[in-house]
């Protein structure tokens, strides 16, 4: 990029580059402004791999353990409690995005899940 590319139109201020939501392109302050602007996707958003969770459940769950996995499977406690004590695997798939805010739950609630493929997205 040149540096007239990085002037504000309006102003002749040096525009800054910034990544607003999904937006992302040279951003004037003097104006409040933007100037060039792309829709912008994280590698997340861009992963197309279908991924497979596998929740590992114990018996005794915690309440907030339930609460996180009613949610996420769409299924109520009774439901969760009867697949639990059936010994029926808890899975879910989905794309990246998804599955990393499934992760992110997991992992807050210390229930332990296997990813297949393995997620390589490092979650933050
Ligand atoms: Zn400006």
């Not at 114990?58 to 996420?72: F, I, N, T, V």
């Not at 794309?95 to 493929?117: R, Y």
Request: proline share 4%; net charge neutral; hydrophobic share 35%.
């Amino acid at each position: 990029m040149t540096a007239s590319n990085n002037l504000c139109s309006t102003c002749g201020t040096i525009t800054q580059y910034r990544i607003e939501g999904r937006i992302q392109g040279q951003y004037c302050e003097i104006c409040s402004a933007w100037q060039v602007v792309t829709t912008y996707f994280s590698a997340l958003e861009l992963d197309q791999t279908l991924y497979r969770l596998k929740i590992m459940v114990e018996h005794r769950l915690k309440p907030e353990q339930l609460k996180a996995l009613s949610a996420m499977l769409n299924l109520n406690y009774l439901e969760i409690r009867r697949a639990i004590d059936q010994q029926k695997p808890l899975t879910l798939s989905g794309k990246a995005k998804d599955i990393g805010e499934t992760i992110k739950t997991l992992t807050s609630v210390n229930l332990a899940f296997e990813c297949q493929p393995p997620f390589p997205q490092i979650i933050d």
